[in-house]
């Protein structure tokens, strides 16, 4: 297939060398190029481009890219910048656009990028979850495992997990795998990270579906800078459609700046004698203060409920004074498939669970929720 | 700075949350309050702490009020001041509560806190319940304590990876083996792992181990009671009391009085830590 471009580029320097790059080529063909971006969206619908590359360095371009894809919904659009930066890369997606690419480039930079940008699912900003609890063994990690193997299946879209539980991250073993990389070599090295470098820190569990594994040690936690953390999740964001990130239990720098990124919180907690709701209620009055909720979706999720019946959310609903969005039952056969490492893969899809973990999943990938 | 007289302090400690700290740490106090010590325990799950609750009771002072008065004024703060009694029939012993507000549990200060504790010394015993991470806090207290008595549920794999990680780290981080009892509980519960071989991942021996009894369990929460009085005869019971024996030994004595009671050393794994950790 061979690209039809468009190039917005208002360094003169640059855009010739962009000109050479792209010509005489076989995959691209260049239709027109503007040094301005009003030029660009008053004049590009006289061309027939699937293929716009615009200098988002320049912030009045960045604005206009919702023009573009409102004109042309079925074109690619990257956007260039001169340094990495993770706060442009999520406008840039924000504005519809696939994701960002370095000045200078090569032909195989764009098509790397498009190919990466592609297969991460629909243009549009990612969904960042997260999964919390005021106390521990709250089923958190069960519920963020299991939810990112329904959405990758069912979005068709790349889905990552990243376990920020630090000292204690459950994921590699639920799936039964040895990671060579960690959330503290990403971190660390998230200075020279970009999109295109990024992959290789996740380990692929699916198709669809990476995961970030958790320090190797407890006292690894403490390499770990939540500020960093929250870059990677940022970056992350460029090559996933959604991200699920499985917290520490309860509140600390790691879980309250994770939640601050995120814009969907689930709070768990597992039903045993009962003052898991007072907790729960305690929780959900201070993440207020603490800005954890802002204007987020926040989810109250109560596990291990039996009977796992409306009667029963209603009474969890009334104890607690707020809303109880889902409850999830108990499964019998939990422990012995975490044991397994085979988690999700032999859990039967029409298990109580899984249908009630469906049901989230699915208001997650149509927005509803 | 060795005080003449320190208490014993035993913490509660685990690595995965949720398998029973509090319910120990409960039971272990009732029991050594039942042997005629003094006794303290300490809830130092400072953000959803369940002394209380498990208890019933309420209480207006707790150790962040206790925390405040220090900084206001550090030579007229009296510990005692901020303790609460629990009280059923003849037994006796004191509870610090948690902060009362997730705020307080936050902002908590962990130098002030350790002073706090460190000023329980009139107590025989002073339990510690702690929560399920390796924070400055927990650190802290595992530090002071005389005992650390590392317990967990292991019925799973993670369960076993995050116990058998957590022994790892206490030793590596330099506390004595002798120093660190591992209790499993809910020992005898139908579970895939075999204690057996729980032992020999560890390369240790349960020092004890707990039976399962949930509705033991359950109904000593609801009703506030330690298990010695709810469920005198549950052989989760009778475990606890042979627990609390191990812990004052009581076959070694014949008489309830405690002699040659240990001083709480601080070992000298602070500098490691602080190497480790930098910002302690
Ligand atoms: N719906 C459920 N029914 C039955 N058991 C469950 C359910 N969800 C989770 N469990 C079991 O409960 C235990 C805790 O679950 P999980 O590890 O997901 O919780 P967590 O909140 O991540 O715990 P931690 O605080 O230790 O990280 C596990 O043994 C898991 O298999
Ligand atoms: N030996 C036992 N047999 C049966 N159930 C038990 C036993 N010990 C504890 N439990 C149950 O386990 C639950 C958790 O106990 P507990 O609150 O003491 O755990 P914890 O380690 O303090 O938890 P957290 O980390 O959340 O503070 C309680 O509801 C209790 O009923
Ligand atoms: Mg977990
Ligand atoms: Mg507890």
Not at chain 1, 297 to 313: A, Q
Not at chain 2, 114 to 122: A, C, G, P, S
Request: charged residues 20%; hydrophobic residues 45%.
């Amino acid at each position: 297939m061979t690209y039809q471009v468009i190039l917005v580029e208002d360094d003169p320097t640059m855009l010739d060398d962009m000109i050479a790059t792209l010509k005489n080529s076989t995959e691209f063909n260049l239709e027109a190029t503007f040094k301005n971006v009003q030029d660009a969206v008053g004049q590009s619908s006289v061309f027939q481009p699937n293929l716009f590359l615009v200098n988002v360095d320049n912030p009045e371009t960045l604005n206009n890219i919702p023009i573009f894809v409102d004109i042309f919904p079925d074109a690619k659009i990257l956007g260039l910048v001169s340094n990495w930066n993770a706060d442009i890369a999520m406008n840039v997606i924000a504005t519809g656009a696939l994701g960002c690419i370095l000045k200078p480039f090569t032909k195989q930079d764009i098509l790397d990028a498009i190919h990466l940008y592609t297969e991460r699912g629909k243009p549009g900003l990612s969904r960042i979850i997260s999964f919390f609890s005021p106390k521990g063994r709250a089923g958190r990690t069960t519920a963020a495992a299991l939810m990112a193997q329904v959405i990758a299946e069912e979005s068709d879209e790349r889905v990552a997990l990243i376990d920020a539980d630090l000292q204690f991250g459950d994921l590699p073993i639920f799936f039964d795998i040895e990671p060579k990389q960690t959330i503290v070599e990403a971190t660390q090295d998230i200075k020279l990270l970009n999109p295109l470098n990024l992959k290789p820190y996740f380990y692929r569990l699916s198709h669809h579906l990476y995961l970030l594994s958790s320090p190797d040690r407890p006292e690894y936690a403490e390499l770990v800078d939540v500020d960093s953390l929250a870059d990677v999740v940022r970056l992350t964001c460029n090559l996933f459609r959604y991200v699920l990130i499985d917290l520490p239990a309860g509140f600390n720098p790691v879980s309250v700046a994770m939640s601050q990124l995120s814009d969907t919180v689930v709070i768990m907690a597992m039903i045993n004698n009962g003052f898991e709701i007072q907790h729960m209620k305690k929780a959900l009055e201070v993440s207020k203060s603490m800005e954890v909720s802002g204007d987020k979706r926040i989810y109250p999720v109560f596990t291990r409920v039996n009977p796992c019946t409306e009667e029963e959310r209603l009474k969890i609903e009334e104890k607690l004074g707020y809303h109880v969005s889902d409850i999830l039952p108990n499964e019998y056969r939990m422990i012995s498939l975490a044991n397994s490492g085979r988690l999700g893969k032999s859990l039967p899809k029409d298990s109580l669970l899984m249908k009630n973990l469906r049901k989230i999943a699915e208001g997650i990938i149509t927005g509803e929720r | 700075m060795a005080e003449e007289r320190s208490s014993i302090i035993i913490s509660i400690f685990s690595t995965t949350p949720g398998i029973g700290k509090t319910v120990t740490a409960i039971n272990l106090s009732a029991g050594l309050a039942k042997e005629g010590y003094k006794v303290c325990l300490v809830d130092l799950d400072l953000q959803f702490g369940d002394v209380l609750n498990y208890l019933k009771l309420s209480s207006k002072q707790s150790i962040a009020t206790a925390q405040r008065a220090m900084q206001i004024d550090a030579d007229s703060f009296e510990v005692k001041d901020f303790l609460i009694t629990y009280e059923h029939e003849d037994l006796t012993f004191a509870v610090m509560p948690p902060p009362f507000y997730l705020y307080d549990a936050y902002q908590a200060n962990v130098a002030r806190i350790e002073n706090i504790v460190k000023q329980l010394t009139y107590f025989d015993f002073v339990v510690l319940d702690l929560n399920s991470a390796f924070s400055a806090l927990n650190l802290a207290m595992l530090d002071i304590s005389t005992i650390i008595n590392f317990i967990g549920v292991i019925d799973f794999l993670p369960a076993l990876k995050n116990f058998k990680i957590g022994y790892d780290t206490l030793i590596r981080f330099n506390y004595e083996e002798s120093k660190i009892r591992l209790v499993e509980n809910r020992a005898d519960s139908q579970k895939l792992i075999e204690s057996h071989d729980v032992e020999r991942l560890i390369g240790e021996t349960f020092y004890h181990r707990l039976p399962n009894d949930f509705p033991a369990a359950i109904k000593s929460i609801n009703q506030g009671l330690p298990l010695m009085f709810c469920a005198p005869d549950s052989k989760l019971t009778k475990s606890f009391w042979e627990l609390t024996g191990k812990y004052t030994n009581r076959k070694l004595q014949t008489d309830t009085q405690l002699q040659g009671v240990q001083t709480a050393g601080i070992g000298f794994f602070s500098r490691i830590l602080a190497f480790l950790f930098g910002k302690r």
